[in-house]
């Protein structure tokens, strides 16, 4: 066991720490201020209440917030987090917000909250994304069920660590929202059209309520069923040709190999039927390929890059979720409160994912006519020798979520108060995505015709049929997976908070326990499945015979599907290739045994690895609030600080000796994180903020599992996780301020600055054998007796390769402006609101990033708004600049990184409610992605396509009333 002891750079200076009457846990304004009362609507009326939240409060919060239960001003959490300035927001593959990122940093430095305890969710994310740091997923979560969501950029000590970036807390609805006593009742009811697939899906929420003056019970529901398309093109990176000497014409290739890569074979020779009117046996030579591709040298064919497999994707599908709330309150008297919040969500994925692969890795293809641009990027040519392979997978994945949180409210006399609160949350996900690759026959003379010249991605062509059942497709070299996935979270804590004092002056501490686990277990029958379909069959007792890995050619005449019935299986697709008919494929092959009967594997296709880790945290923290004058001004303040100690179980399964167990791994650390917030009136309408900071993320899970391995028979190199890596840690520095100009209006400047340390690089430690943490008796006799040798287990070291914390740090600087204006001098009801966020990076020492990954060095969205007569208007767009979303070396290619483009999105919202008309309803319009913008990315050039997802736009059209 390690301990870590981490120090704050500026504890003694900022006193111990930060704001009991932060905005974002909903406490008490740090200032009392009369305000006129101002009775709005709508939007407005959502713009007014943070713009009020924003001015009450000492610390630097965001709020969004709904006019009323029910009417949260847009349909996706995320999204209305998306419109707060500093934060980008990430995107699902048909478009939906899924994940934000606060001021410059990853997903997984923002920690999300819910009614200010920890949640965490077991969601894999997008398609093809890990999922296994510290992100949420919040496309769980309807907005229909929220009345506020606050984000804190500036931490108080009071808030839970963990957000390095910053805390979302989610404030879901309660009886005592509504004003009046009696039920209150919303509903909401609508049909989402879908440009893609062309088809209509229903949304629907209901909330009621009821409460006297001391007891109050609120239930909610809120379900959709989503008909979602998506259409496509990947490539799984792009690679170059891997020439030998001879094709080189030197004595080496390496003359014709300056960028690494060499994914792509070509044949020393031309095989019998490669097509393009080549003579087979023909040598392809350095000779043959310069009289074949007079545009190009032979550097530029070694060095041209193409995609690793080009391929179209078509994605369709269902996506359901349906979730809950139920919260009761009870108010015995002014002074006592109690709560109790559950919500529970469950959400499934029902998709077809096709693809058509041109093989390009691992291919042997033959280039004719090629030509390159001036980054070797090949823009044309012709491939004879081509094939092509389907890659068929039904997705089906399954999200549960619940969480309780009851919690109560004192306050004894004026000045004294307790909070206690309890809170329990466990999320389950399963996925099953079986895989049927199947390919064109080699030697049929397939011919490709590549261009790379415009668009958002290369167009192949071919002499193919692509979506012909009989145009010969065979299992050979092809394969068939069984992939299934289980992960599992929970979340338990227990938070007391006392505070002494009025609202404005006072001392807080408080005390908190919080644990989190989270396990992934990945499952794969993959070779069995194999067995059945393509090799030996089925057994006379329904078993499939152990078979030495014999080749999935469909040959074996006791073969599941052998070769001869094969295109029998296959009809025509939906996307101009073919698709497998998996209803009788699965049911012929004994599938669904075979997957429900999965061994557990250490990795899932996506990379997430088989593992878990349980993480529990004691807290505590002191706060001081007051008020004072600086030049006859006001000034209000918090600090104080927050100590916290961590210990951390990482389990994961290790092979030693050929022996497969689980590894477990303990370790702790602990860490004061100060904070200090100020704001001064400047004038009665102008405010300065200051604040000083220290927070933290802990490590990535997914780098700490054991994963253990011997690589050398003396078992004295090893590779293993780390589960010492020390918590990523911010110091972090804010000035800035606001001018109110009435209403809802204000224009605000923010200037910010963050010095990260704990990125982690590969290093190489020298530790005692014990310390690894792998049973001497698991090891081979070899390994035991070199042990042995070097003085036994208790003296034996081994020589590690892990990742470690780097000492360098990176440094983001960033401005941040805002301006709510409205316009009523102009038109009645028309006003807008505007951010502009700007972001600066550099790496700073060894082992630092050059940059942060996933952050966009500007971005901005404005909406324009227009409310009055019972009619509502809003057009909003928001643009994320161009960002490096992958460190370097992608595909052995060492200065290649992975880039996204930039990016616009114009959404529009319309209202017209009914007024006098039983329940007041409501019609509403909204079209999410007006203009049909995709999502692109790219292999280090702008025309080297990585991805390209086009989910078209969304039109919604409803009603929603209230009574």
């Given at each position: 066991?390690?301990?870590?002891?981490?120090?704050?750079?500026?504890?003694?200076?900022?006193?111990?720490?930060?704001?009991?009457?932060?905005?974002?846990?909903?406490?008490?304004?740090?200032?009392?201020?009369?305000?006129?009362?101002?009775?709005?609507?709508?939007?407005?009326?959502?713009?007014?209440?943070?713009?009020?939240?924003?001015?009450?409060s000492t610390s630097l919060v965001e709020s969004v917030f709904a006019e009323d239960i029910g009417k949260f001003p847009d349909l996706n959490v995320a999204e209305s987090i998306g419109r707060i300035p500093g934060i980008q927001l990430t995107r699902d593959i048909n478009g939906d917000g899924l994940q934000i990122a606060i001021r410059g940093l990853g997903t997984n430095f923002t920690k999300v909250l819910l009614n200010g305890s920890q949640i965490a969710v077991a969601s894999g994310g997008s398609v093809d994304s890990q999922n296994q740091n510290r992100e949420v997923d919040l496309n769980l979560f309807p907005t229909e069920l929220f009345t506020r969501i606050d984000v804190s950029k500036t931490p108080v000590a009071s808030t839970l660590e963990g957000g390095l970036a910053g805390v979302v807390n989610m404030r879901s609805a309660r009886p005592f929202d509504s004003k009046d006593e009696g039920f209150h009742s919303t509903y909401q009811g609508q049909l989402a059209y879908t440009e893609i697939n062309e088809e209509t899906s229903p949304r629907a929420a209901f909330t009621t309520s009821w409460r006297n003056e001391n007891f109050g019970v609120l239930f909610g529901l809120a379900g959709v069923n989503s008909k979602s398309t998506t259409e496509g093109y990947e490539t799984i990176g792009w690679s170059n040709m891997n020439l030998s000497a001879a094709q080189c014409g030197t004595a080496t290739a390496a003359p014709c190999d300056t960028i690494g890569g060499n994914n792509i074979n070509v044949p020393a020779t031309v095989p019998a039927g490669a097509g393009a009117g080549l003579v087979a046996g023909t040598v392809v030579d350095a000779a043959f390929l310069q009289a074949n591709n007079p545009n190009v040298t032979l550097q530029q064919i070694g060095d041209g890059l193409l995609p690793r497999l080009s391929r179209p994707s078509y994605i369709d599908g269902t996506r359901d979720r349906v979730s809950g709330l139920l919260s009761l309150e009870y108010r015995p008297s002014d002074e006592t409160q109690f709560y109790f919040?559950?919500?529970?969500?469950?959400?499934?994925?029902?998709?077809?994912?096709?693809?058509?692969?041109?093989?390009?890795?691992?291919?042997?293809?033959?280039?004719?006519?090629?030509?390159?641009?001036?980054?070797?990027v090949v823009t044309k040519g012709t491939f004879a020798n081509a094939q092509f392979f389907l890659e068929a997978r039904p997705y089906s994945e399954d999200v549960d979520f619940y969480n309780v949180n009851p919690g109560a409210h004192f306050e004894f006399g004026s000045e004294h108060q307790l909070d206690v609160q309890i809170n329990s949350s466990r999320s389950e996900f399963f996925r099953e995505s079986p895989t049927v690759l199947i390919n064109t026959p080699m030697g049929q003379g397939t011919v490709v015709n590549y261009e790379n010249t415009g668009g958002d991605y290369p167009q192949v062509t071919t002499n193919v049929d692509l979506n012909d059942p009989n145009a010969g497709w065979v299992f050979a070299g092809g394969r068939l997976n069984i992939a299934n996935e289980k992960r599992i979270t929970e979340t338990d804590g227990a938070h007391v908070d006392y505070r002494f004092g009025d609202d404005v002056q006072n001392i807080r501490f408080g005390l908190a326990y919080d644990e989190i686990s989270r396990s992934i277990s990945a499952r794969d029958n993959s070779a069995r499945w194999e067995d059945v379909v393509c090799r030996n069959g089925l057994d006379a007792d329904g078993n499939s015979p152990a078979t030495g890995r014999l080749p999935c050619n469909g040959l074996n005449p006791n073969s599941g599907i052998p070769q001869s019935e094969l295109a029998s299986y296959l009809k025509p697709g939906p996307y101009g290739f073919i698709t497998v008919d998996f209803d009788r494929f699965m049911?012929?092959?004994?599938?669904?045994?075979?997957?429900?009967?999965?061994?557990?594997?250490?990795?899932?296709?996506?990379?997430?690895?088989?593992?878990?880790?349980?993480?529990?945290?004691?807290?505590?923290?002191?706060?001081?609030?007051?008020?004072?004058?600086?030049?006859?001004?006001?000034?209000?303040?918090?600090?104080?600080?927050?100590?916290?100690?961590?210990?951390?179980?990482?389990?994961?399964?290790?092979?030693?000796?050929?022996?497969?167990?689980?590894?477990?791994?303990?370790?702790?650390?602990?860490?004061?994180?100060?904070?200090?917030?100020?704001?001064?009136?400047?004038?009665?309408?102008?405010?300065?903020?200051?604040?000083?900071?220290r927070t933290l993320t802990r490590a990535n899970p997914s780098a700490m599992l054991p994963a253990t391995q011997f690589s050398d028979p003396s078992a004295q190199q090893a590779t293993q996780g780390n589960p010492n890596l020390s918590p990523y840690l911010s110091t972090n520095f804010d000035i800035g301020g606001e001018w109110y100009t009435g209403d809802e209006g204000y224009v605000g400047v923010t200037f910010f600055n963050k010095q990260v340390t704990g990125f982690t690089v590969l290093g190489t430690n020298t530790i005692p054998f014990l310390q690894l943490g792998v049973p001497y008796d698991t090891l081979t006799d070899l390994q035991r007796g070199a042990i042995d040798s070097r003085g036994g287990p208790n003296v034996a070291t081994v020589t590690v390769q892990q990742q470690v914390n780097a000492p360098g740090n990176l440094e983001l600087r960033g401005q941040e402006i805002t301006w709510v204006q409205p316009l009523d001098m102009i038109v009645e009801g028309l006003g807008f609101n505007a951010n502009f966020t700007k972001i600066d990076q550099k790496g700073e020492g060894q082992g630092a990033p050059a940059q942060a990954i996933g952050v966009s060095p500007q971005t901005y969205n404005f909406t324009g708004y227009w409310e009055n007569y019972g009619a509502s208007l809003r057009l909003s767009y928001t643009w994320y600049d161009a960002q490096v979303i992958s460190g370097p070396n992608q595909n052995g290619i060492s200065f290649a990184q992975l880039k996204a483009d930039e990016r616009g999105q114009w959404d529009l919202s319309a209202s017209y409610q009914f007024e006098g008309v039983v329940t007041e309803p409501m019609l509403t319009l909204n079209i999410s992605n007006l203009t049909g913008e995709p999502l692109r990315t790219t292999y280090q050039y702008d025309n080297a396509t990585f991805t390209f997802y086009d989910p078209g736009y969304t039109a919604t059209l409803g009603i929603r009333g209230s009574f």
């Open positions: 066991m390690r301990t870590t002891h981490t120090r704050p750079l500026f504890a003694l200076s900022l006193l111990s720490l930060a704001i009991a009457s932060s905005v974002a846990h909903a406490q008490q304004p740090a200032q009392k201020e009369e305000v006129e009362e101002i009775v709005v609507t709508g939007y407005k009326a959502s713009l007014q209440s943070a713009t009020n939240a924003k001015r009450a919040d559950a919500m529970w969500a469950d959400a499934s994925r029902e998709f077809d994912r096709l693809d058509v692969n041109w093989i390009g890795r691992f291919g042997s293809l033959i280039p004719l006519n090629m030509e390159v641009d001036e980054n070797n049911a012929d092959t004994n599938y669904h045994e075979l997957s429900k009967n999965a061994p557990e594997n250490n990795s899932s296709p996506t990379g997430a690895s088989t593992g878990g880790v349980d993480e529990e945290t004691l807290g505590a923290y002191l706060e001081i609030n007051g008020a004072t004058e600086v030049a006859a001004r006001p000034l209000t303040f918090n600090m104080g600080t927050r100590y916290i100690t961590t210990d951390q179980l990482i389990s994961g399964p290790v092979t030693i000796g050929g022996v497969r167990e689980y590894q477990n791994l303990d370790t702790s650390y602990d860490a004061f994180l100060p904070s200090f917030n100020s704001t001064l009136d400047v004038m009665d309408d102008v405010k300065l903020r200051l604040s000083a900071s």
